[in-house]
């Protein structure tokens, strides 16, 4: 890929910022030499290691769009625990459902009347009638696929390369050279992912009909847009003829939410009237607390009921979870979506996106930068490249790790968290405008100092 940046500017630059976080981060830098006594790597969890700065910043406290870290300095929080937190750190309503359903009760086996709230607040945002719970994305999606598998008979499911669905064995697959190859990282898998997994690059209508073609592809999984490989939006027409040959070929279309929830209250679901079979989502639903859930139409529904029905046991057949649907998630599930993540609060959130994305665009242009920008509602990112790519694939080849991890630390450096792995921000119910500016404020004098 061409260089867009001098790097041997770069480079000097980047050895700068390196000292400059390693002089003002002297406490979390002991933190992580003593994790690693009982951590591997010194973190608790290994992609931890892989922000931009040489060990991560250990946090003290968060609250609203800002966190403190234990060096005392604090940040503007465009991450947002990668979507974790979007609803902003320790929202009060959220607080305060935690704390009351914690003295009530957490996990029981038994259902809470909030599981009825929160169903049916699934359905007015997303449309879908029929829901269930779990903890995680990951699981959603992963009991999604078995259900499609169960009630078509059908043994493949069908994802885009550079997709990223949680750690779901079947997604861990990309296209080399046009060849469905194991995703380069995948730990230990069972089965190579080709053998379970047809795979395809997004925005290609052809390459998606030819692999439904075959007519043993249980069900799509999508995000309405890619958005873990930098976001790749859907060109005009695509997701008409991803329902139509979806249907046509007998293959139920599962909508991942779980990011582009930034697109409005019901996700891209509502906001671009997509019509799923199935829908999945995590990660900010109970502010944090681990919650999740899968939705279906009435006809899957039916089906469903009937193949569980003919099992002899249904807590032991690969959909399930002792803690699923427990009544502190439900709860804060409930407080989160009544209180926090309102349609009220997404107005305000998408217009920060909008004020966020036209800041950098500014920028880029009197700057003189060959970059570009991208956005879904409340989330926005910039590209290193003059023109955004439309496969997953041609993103893939875009990134340039080296400058995207400077700018990481020369935002972090100056107080302001972007989401790692890509260019990205996030907007909460908590982000200010001076939040945004101040960013904007940030991105300048970065790219001031790269191109000067
Ligand atoms: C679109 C999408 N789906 C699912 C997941 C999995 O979420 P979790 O790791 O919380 O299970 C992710 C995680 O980044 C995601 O981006």
Redesign the pocket.
């Known amino acids: 890929m061409e260089s867009t940046v001098d790097r041997g500017r770069l480079r000097e630059l980047m050895r700068r910022e390196h000292d400059r976080f390693v002089a003002d981060h002297p406490r979390s830098g002991e933190l992580f030499e003593r994790g690693k006594t009982n951590l591997l790597a010194g973190v608790p969890m290994p992609w931890m290691t892989e922000w931009a700065g040489p060990y991560p910043v250990f946090v003290a406290e968060a609250e609203g769009a800002r966190f403190t870290d234990v060096d005392g300095r604090t940040y503007i929080d465009f991450c947002l625990g990668?979507?974790?937190a979007m609803p902003g750190h320790a929202p009060k309503m959220a607080v305060e459902a935690i704390a009351e359903q914690a003295g009530k009760g957490i996990t029981l086996m038994l259902p809470t009347e909030d599981s009825i709230w929160v169903g049916a607040e699934m359905q007015r945002r997303f449309g879908l009638p029929y829901w269930q719970f779990c903890l995680?994305?990951?699981?959603?999606?992963r009991f999604t696929l078995r259900l499609a598998r169960a009630i078509t008979g059908r043994p493949k499911v069908l994802v885009y390369s550079w997709?990223?669905?949680?750690?779901?064995d079947e997604t861990i697959i990309t296209l080399e050279n046009g060849v469905p190859t194991t995703r380069p990282g995948n730990v230990g898998p069972a089965v190579s992912p080709p053998e379970t997994t047809r795979v395809v690059e997004f925005n290609d209508v052809a390459a998606l009909e030819d692999a439904l073609a075959h007519e043993d592809v249980a069900c799509v999984l999508a995000?309405p847009a890619l958005?873990?490989i930098g976001i790749v939006p859907p060109e005009p027409g695509y997701h008409d003829a991803l329902r139509e040959l979806t249907r046509r070929y007998g293959t139920y279309l599962v909508i991942?939410?779980?990011?582009?929830i930034c697109a409005g209250p019901g996700g891209a679901t509502r906001a671009w009237g997509l019509r799923p079979d199935f829908l999945?989502i995590?990660?900010p639903l109970a502010s944090g607390v681990p919650a999740?859930c899968y939705g279906m139409t009435q006809e899957v529904a039916d089906r469903v009921q009937t193949y569980m029905g003919s099992l002899p046991a249904t807590d032991v057949g690969g959909v399930g979870g002792t803690l699923s649907g427990n009544a502190l998630s439900l709860a804060v599930m409930r407080a989160t979506l009544e209180h926090v993540l309102t349609d009220e609060a997404f107005d305000r959130m998408v217009d920060l996106g909008g004020r966020w994305a036209d800041g950098v665009k500014g920028v880029i242009e009197a700057r003189g930068l060959p970059w570009t920008i991208q956005r879904i509602g409340a989330r926005a990112e910039y590209w290193f490249t003059p023109t955004a790519p439309r496969t997953g694939g041609e993103a893939a080849t875009v990134d340039d790790h080296e400058l995207a991890r400077f700018t990481h630390l020369y935002a972090l450096n100056r107080g302001i968290l972007l989401t790692p792995f890509h260019n990205m921000a996030l907007m909460s119910p908590s982000t200010t405008e001076d939040d945004v500016d101040e960013h904007t404020k940030v991105f300048d004098e970065m790219a001031g100092e790269l191109t000067a």
Do not use: M
Not at 136 to 141: I, K, L, W
Not at 163 to 168: A, E, F, I, P, R
Not at 256 to 260: F, L
């Open positions: 990668d979507t974790g995680t994305a990951t699981d959603a999606n997709c990223y669905h949680g750690s779901v995000e958005t873990n991942d939410e779980t990011h582009t999945t995590g990660k999740a």
